[in-house]
């Protein structure tokens, strides 16, 4: 199947995370049910962080509970430290994804860990992902730039690609964590970190802070990457530029892909309803183009 490209879904976890709204669990596990009966078959449905860091997402064991499981969906979820893991195992998470973040200052400030530690972390969660036979995906995040240290270059990226290369990750994501890189930028990136980690599937995690998450999708997708992140209806802001918009909508990747000729899976009327619910659920309106505008016009006659 050369022409398709698999989207993971994030909205209940990166994007439920940064959103004002505080959904209850019983919400939480609603959106996960619709976004299965949309077509994914991948979605990030939880995260095991200290709930004292993030409150929003202490409810992860409940909302692993709650799920009714579709035979064929992988549910993943973020772990940032052994105990984190150990509880993703406990509560089901078929994958597990680890953050390493790409520059000093920002992986102190966002995870307490100089990228050294990060690096150790990873390897533990890594072991006991694979010790329990769940996924393993890593995420190198301020791949395109730093809110504190600025520009990031590409090679930086790879470096800490080849260091990890030996944990295996079934898969490597790439993420402008703050919607900085443009087209140009993420070929390189990713054509560095193939070279880096030889065999691991590539993965693309783009914000639209400044409109180019589509252009640089559409780039990777050029330069052979056949996995994308994204959220329904773009929810989840970016937490370093409160006014500004983080995740791409699922959406708006979706009808781009179609067009594309691209295969993904997914229903885009189906996801374009479910980010109209998702909406009225937060309360405040959703980035998303496509849940506004709709798909391709249909032809009418007079
Ligand atoms: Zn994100």
């Not at 209940?12 to 596990?29: M, N, V, W, Y």
């Not at 990031?152 to 290369?165: H, L, P």
């Not at 070929?187 to 880096?196: D, M, P």
């Amino acid at each position: 199947m050369g022409n398709r490209i698999q989207i993971v879904e994030v909205s209940p976890r990166d994007g439920l995370q940064a959103d004002p709204a505080d959904l209850s669990t019983a919400t939480k596990i609603e959106l996960v049910s619709r976004l299965a009966a949309a077509g994914h078959t991948r979605i990030e449905a939880a995260s095991f962080v200290s709930p004292k860091a993030v409150p929003k997402m202490a409810d992860g064991e409940g909302v692993m509970a709650g799920i009714d499981r579709v035979p064929g969906v992988r549910y993943s979820a973020l772990a940032l430290n052994q105990r984190g893991v150990e509880r993703a195992i406990e509560a089901g998470a078929d994958e597990i994804n680890g953050v390493i973040v790409a520059t000093e200052t920002f992986s102190q400030r966002n995870q307490g860990a100089t990228i050294e530690e990060a690096i150790a972390r990873w390897r533990t969660i890594s072991d006991t992902a694979r010790a329990a036979g769940a996924a393993t995906a890593v995420t190198i995040s301020a791949a395109c730039g730093c809110p504190f240290e600025g520009r990031v270059a590409s090679s930086k990226i790879a470096d800490i690609a080849r260091i990890i290369a030996d944990t295996e990750p079934d898969e490597i994501v790439v993420a402008d964590t703050i919607g900085v890189g443009v087209p140009s930028q993420v070929v390189e990136l990713f054509g560095l970190v193939a070279e880096a980690m030889p065999g691991a599937a590539l993965r693309g995690h783009f914000h639209n802070t400044r409109n180019t998450a589509l252009a640089n999708i559409g780039a990777a997708v050029g330069a052979g990457v056949k996995v994308f992140d994204s959220s329904l209806g773009g929810v989840g802001g970016c937490p370093f530029a409160p006014r500004a918009t983080g995740n791409v909508p699922t959406e708006d990747v979706v009808y781009m892909l179609h067009e594309m000729s691209y295969d993904t899976g997914l229903d885009l009327d189906a996801l374009i309803a479910t980010s109209t619910w998702l909406e009225e659920e937060l309360g405040h309106e959703v980035p998303s183009l496509v849940a506004k505008a709709g798909g391709f016009p249909v032809a009418t006659s007079e």
